[in-house]
C-alpha cells in the first residue's frame, strides 16, 4: 500500500527535524465537521447540526476503532460519552437533548439522539472515503480472516514488543449462566466452525 499524503499524515514518512508532526486525528475532525454542518443544509431535518464543532478529542475513538470494526451504532455510544445530557418535556413527551460543542465560543448546540446519529454516520463514512487505500487494505484483512476462519485455521502473529498471539475466530453458539454464592459466572460456547 502506498500513499504518501497518509504516511505523512501518520507520520511514517521520513522528516527532518524542522518538519511539523502530522496529526491525522485534527486534519479528520475538520473534514468530520465540515461534512456536519454541510448535512445541516442537505437536510432541513438536521438543521441543529449547523453549528457544531467536535473536537479532536471527541472524534479521535471513533476514528481510530473504526479499523477494528467499531458499528455506526458503537461510533453513536463513544459519542453519547462525552455529551451532558437532560431530558425536557415537549408536550406529552420526553426528549433527551445532548449539550454539544459549537462553533461559537462557549456556546453549545442541543441535539437529540437521532442528530448524533446522524454524526456516527458521517464519522463512519468519513476514514475510508477520505482514504479509499485503507479500506481495501482493511476489507482485505476481513476476507482473509473469514477465509481462516472457514478453514479452522488461528490467526498467528507477533505483536511488535514481541509477544506471540494465537486467535481463533469461532462463532458463539451459547451462553451459559451460573450462580456461585454471591457471584455469576458467564461461560461462552464456541462452535467448532
Known amino acids: 500500500?502506498?500513499?504518501e499524503e497518509?504516511?505523512?499524515e501518520v507520520n511514517l514518512s521520513e522528516q527532518?527535524?524542522?518538519d511539523h508532526v502530522a496529526d491525522i486525528y485534527s486534519k479528520l475532525a475538520n473534514i468530520i465537521n465540515e461534512d456536519i454542518r454541510k448535512a445541516s443544509f442537505d437536510d432541513v431535518k438536521y438543521i441543529n447540526l449547523r453549528d457544531v464543532n467536535l473536537p479532536r478529542n471527541v472524534l479521535k475513538r471513533p476514528i481510530m476503532t473504526?479499523?477494528?470494526s467499531v458499528t455506526t451504532?458503537?461510533?453513536f455510544?463513544?459519542?453519547?460519552?462525552?455529551?451532558t445530557s437532560y431530558k425536557q418535556s415537549i408536550g406529552d413527551r420526553k426528549i433527551t437533548f445532548y449539550k454539544v460543542p459549537s462553533i461559537v465560543k462557549g456556546e453549545y448546540c442541543l441535539l437529540?439522539?437521532?442528530?448524533l446519529f446522524k454524526i456516527a454516520k458521517i464519522i463512519d463514512a468519513t476514514l475510508f472515503k477520505k482514504y479509499p487505500l485503507i479500506k481495501c487494505l482493511y476489507q482485505y484483512i476481513r476476507d482473509i480472516t473469514n477465509i481462516m476462519n472457514k478453514l479452522d485455521i488461528p490467526i498467528d502473529w507477533i505483536s511488535p514488543n514481541g509477544i506471540k498471539i494465537v486467535q481463533f475466530y469461532r462463532k458463539l453458539k451459547g451462553k451459559s449462566k451460573y450462580r456461585l454464592s454471591h457471584k455469576v459466572a458467564i461461560l461462552n460456547e464456541y462452535s467448532d466452525n
Open 112 to 115: 437529540t439522539e437521532v442528530d
Open 77 to 83: 455510544g463513544q459519542l453519547l460519552e462525552h455529551f
Open 73 to 75: 451504532h458503537g461510533i
Open 6 to 8: 497518509l504516511s505523512r
Open 1 to 3: 500500500m502506498r500513499d
Open 66 to 68: 473504526q479499523t477494528y
Open 16 to 18: 527532518s527535524d524542522k
